[in-house]
């Protein structure tokens, strides 16, 4: 097999899973809180460690593996809501939300107030604060307010601070849905951050600049699926010539 072809193959693999990655940025272009994923790969030999004392050439056995994906952790731009219970967080730290499946964070500041008076997402899930628990008002005492450090108040009586939690390499966090990620093992870092009430973080994907993305994603796909086919053209003319000529 001409080793162009495995080349030609790698590269189609990758941008594959380039093109998955920014169309699922592109979809989330109006998502609030949404971080961009960003597609990152390593080279890898197939040969090296195999056992099988196959050949270390680079031509022929070097190919592109997918190695992860990272969370561009940049800061959205604002949009003034009106809403009290509408958080946007300037900085480095998230919430902390209490689910089914353990704690996560989020950078998505939708939150609610219970039946039994508890701060929590848009789905029920509680928000924290400092001391681990679900924060607690009175829906029939008024409007909460939230200062810029996470305390909540209500007619001047505080209820508690939220849980804001900051990582070394928060690109690093892995994605468990809703908006929100698994801190488990993740190195915490000082909080650089403010809470601003009745704004949202708005979704940091650049949509214009994404669509370009996509367009030379897409061109790339075809380049590479080209070279594919002209090889794959070329082995098979090869081999009708080989065969007719052994007879």
Same mark, same amino acid.
């Given at each position: ?70 969370? =561009? @952790?940049?800061? $959205?731009? #604002? ?8 958080? /946007?967080?300037? &900085? !480095?730290?998230? *919430? ?8 996560? =964070? @989020?950078?998505? $500041?939708? #939150? ?8 929590? /997402?848009?789905? &029920? !899930?509680?928000? *924290? ?12 005492? $008024? ?105």
């Amino acid at each position: 097999m001409d080793s162009g072809y495995y080349v030609a193959a790698g590269s189609l693999k990758a941008r594959s899973f380039q093109l998955d990655v920014v169309a699922n940025n592109l979809a989330n272009a109006a998502t609030v809180g949404y971080k961009p994923d960003q597609a990152f790969f390593a080279v890898f030999n197939k040969a090296e460690g195999s056992g099988r004392r196959l050949p270390l050439s680079g031509h022929l056995n070097d190919g592109v593996v997918f190695a992860e994906t990272g969370v =561009v @952790t940049e800061q $959205g731009s #604002l949009r003034a809501t009106g809403r009290p219970l509408d958080l /946007a967080i300037e &900085g !480095n730290a998230f *919430l902390t939300i209490k689910t089914p499946a353990g704690v996560r =964070v @989020t950078r998505d $500041g939708r #939150l609610q107030l219970g039946k039994d008076g508890q701060l929590q /997402a848009m789905d &029920g !899930n509680p928000a *924290l604060g400092k001391n681990g628990q679900p924060i607690l008002a009175d829906p029939k005492n $008024g409007n909460i307010s939230i200062s810029a450090d996470g305390t909540v108040s209500q007619k001047e009586q505080v209820l508690g601070q939220l849980d804001l939690k900051a990582f070394e390499k928060a690109g690093s966090l892995k994605r468990t849905g809703a908006l929100r990620f698994d801190p488990a093992g993740a190195a915490e870092a000082p909080i650089k951050a403010t809470v601003t009430q009745g704004h949202l973080e708005q979704s940091g994907v650049d949509a214009a600049s994404t669509m370009v993305e996509m367009i030379r994603l897409n061109r790339l796909y075809e380049l590479s699926l080209k070279v594919a086919s002209t090889i794959s053209n070329d082995l098979d003319a090869r081999s009708i010539n080989d065969i007719a000529m052994s007879r």
